[in-house]
């Protein structure tokens, strides 16, 4: 089973595939890594050999910020947004949504449950 920036990629999953189990890493940047690296994309984790997972380790490690980096960057990013006061900043600071999407309804991923309000009595 090959390591890769802390993860355990699935033996029995093309490598292409497998590469996207590691955060910050997607479709295409396994296909560039690949590529890259001159490896075939349909080969299978358990059929690659040391060279090649070191090969791809390399890879990965010089030029994709993977894993915490990644999740650093991200949440910094969402810290400089609420730091300047922007509207996407607000927003995550109270927890709507973020892209224009209505709040009247729906929105119950960003919102949490309902809080039922007592109706108006008569």
């Given at each position: 089973m090959a390591r890769i920036s802390g993860i355990d990629l699935p033996k029995n999953k093309r490598i292409e595939i497998a590469l996207t189990y590691i955060y910050g890493v997607g479709l295409s940047s396994s296909q560039k890594i690949l590529e890259k690296a001159n490896i075939d994309a349909n080969k299978r984790c358990k059929?690659?050999?040391?060279?090649?997972?070191?090969?791809?380790?390399?890879?990965?490690?010089?030029?994709?910020?993977?894993?915490?980096?990644?999740?650093?960057?991200?949440?910094?990013n969402i810290k400089r947004l609420m730091e300047i006061n922007c509207i996407r900043g607000k927003r995550h600071r109270v927890g709507l949504p973020l892209r224009g999407q209505r709040?009247?309804?729906?929105?119950?991923?960003r919102r949490g449950a309902k809080k039922t309000v007592a109706g108006k009595k008569k």
């Open positions: 059929d690659l050999d040391d060279n090649e997972v070191s090969l791809i380790r390399s890879i990965i490690d010089e030029n994709y910020p993977v894993e915490g980096a990644a999740k650093r960057v991200e949440s910094m709040t009247r309804t729906n929105a119950r991923t």
